[in-house]
């Protein structure tokens, strides 16, 4: 099962249609996907519809609540795998097989797919996110995780440990409830004894979404890599995965 989260302010948006191209490319492969829909415009809903998603509304505002909505959903459903993914990525569900084979098979808990290239990528974002997967690698002793690709391959039971994520920790909000859903759990699954996979495919971002970046872009990137790095540094001292 897939689960991603929609926001589009019109049927025209850019990203919308991204959006509705991952919906369809999952009913031609096969999959079922829902659809956590947080957009005022009832016509792109429709066309969610029509493209073969399960379609939701988002309850609660935020992106972290967004996607905690969507795996749980995916949880409720019973599925025994559950694919999040970005909903502007419809060129990584014909790759998906791959990545779910280990956590159907038993021989992972998690997978994150692994870009074999940047294609389309902008530069600084590409590079931006090279280091921030260096930086992570070090503090678990893994040069192989594609951290920043975005999806995450779940079993039934790590998707629902993920979506107890909410930034907090004993009750004191400690972490930002943006990206870190899919960074901060990954070291609870490694302090359980989780395997996590990485499995290589070849995808090549939308074309659609290069722009090179600008100052302010560049900035963003920056700032979203140094909070996920500081973030992920700070929860692998607090289980003790590190010790420096």
Request: glycine share 6%; aromatic share 8%; net charge negative.
């Amino acid at each position: 099962m897939l689960v991603t989260t929609t926001f589009s302010p019109s049927l025209s948006d850019m990203r919308g249609q991204l959006a509705l191209k991952t919906c369809r490319a999952a009913r031609d492969c096969g999959y079922t996907i829902i659809v956590v829909d947080g957009s005022p415009s009832q016509e792109f809903k429709v066309a969610l519809r029509d493209a073969g998603a399960t379609v939701i509304d988002q309850k609660m505002p935020g992106m972290g609540q967004s996607r905690r909505e969507c795996i749980n959903a995916g949880v409720d459903f019973g599925a025994d795998v559950i694919v999040w993914l970005e909903p502007e990525k419809h060129p990584i569900v014909p790759l998906l097989d791959a990545c779910i084979e280990p956590v159907i098979s038993g021989k992972a808990d998690v997978v994150i797919p692994s870009r074999n290239t940047f294609t389309n990528y902008p530069k600084y974002q590409a590079e931006s996110e090279s280091r921030g997967n260096v930086a992570m690698g070090k503090l678990i002793g893994r040069s192989d995780l594609d951290f920043y690709i975005g999806p995450r391959v779940l079993s039934y039971d790590a998707a629902r440990e993920m979506a107890l994520y909410d930034g907090k920790i004993e009750d004191e909000q400690v972490y930002g409830d943006k990206w870190e859903i899919l960074f901060i759990p990954l070291l609870w699954f490694i302090d359980y004894g989780w395997k996590i996979a990485s499995v290589p495919v070849d995808y090549i971002h939308p074309i659609e979404q290069f722009v090179e970046d600008d100052e302010i872009m560049r900035a963003k990137r920056d700032e979203q890599r140094e909070v996920l790095v500081g973030a992920m540094t700070a929860e692998a001292k607090r289980l003790k995965l590190i010790t420096v």
